[in-house]
């Protein structure tokens, strides 16, 4: 059985765009004291708007990666 996880993004581009213009504003006013509060608010912004999806599948044996053996280090 394998796992996998799909990670969703629910929010809009135009979010992003404008959070980078009010912190690029806001940092240069004053002199990079906000950009701890940007941080902030960029990653609560994220958590609310990122998905993460697990699936568990099965697999069947054919489908299942293979191991490869490589001759290097060995001596021939």
């Not at 940092?27 to 568990?56: D, M, Q």
């Amino acid at each position: 059985m394998t796992t996998k996880a799909k990670i969703v993004y629910k929010g809009t581009g135009g979010d992003i765009f404008l959070w980078c213009i009010v912190t690029g504003l806001l940092s240069i006013v004053t002199l990079g004291v906000y950009l701890p509060f940007a941080a902030n608010r960029l990653w609560k912004y994220l958590w609310e708007h990122i998905e993460i999806n697990i699936v568990e599948q099965k697999v069947s044996p054919a489908e299942e990666p293979l191991e490869v053996e490589t001759t290097w280090g060995k001596k021939t």
